[in-house]
């Protein structure tokens, strides 16, 4: 993946306002790391980004919720929806 991105033209930025102290700790964190900054910044910024889109997406439930969400889900339609998703749409009623 890394060959990938090196690969694809980068045209894009994201401009950051920080405090010194911050620009330091980074700095510090890409030296460590012996990559740039740039580099260091958008390896822990798509990581980040990644996993906050993962819980996002994601639903983990216990094994006794999970049960209980799908007898919800086998259980009989309540009268009302019923009534409500059998309808037709604005669209359709045109």
């Known amino acids: 993946m890394a060959t990938l991105a090196a ?15 911050q620009k330091e700790e980074v700095e510090l964190a890409a030296s460590i ?3 740039s900054v ?4 958008i390896e822990n910024l798509l990581s980040c980004a990644r996993d906050t889109i ?3 997406n994601h639903t983990v439930l216990a094994p006794e919720d999970f049960d209980a969400f799908v007898d919800a889900l086998d259980a009989p ?7 409500f998703v059998s309808q037709k749409t604005i669209w359709e009623e045109q």
């Open 77 to 83: 339609m309540n009268p009302t929806l019923k009534a």
């Open 54 to 56: 993962a819980r996002n």
């Open 33 to 35: 790391s012996g990559i």
């Open 7 to 21: 690969s694809q033209k980068k045209d894009a930025r994201i401009d950051l306002r920080m405090t010194s102290a």
């Open 38 to 41: 740039s580099q260091w910044v």
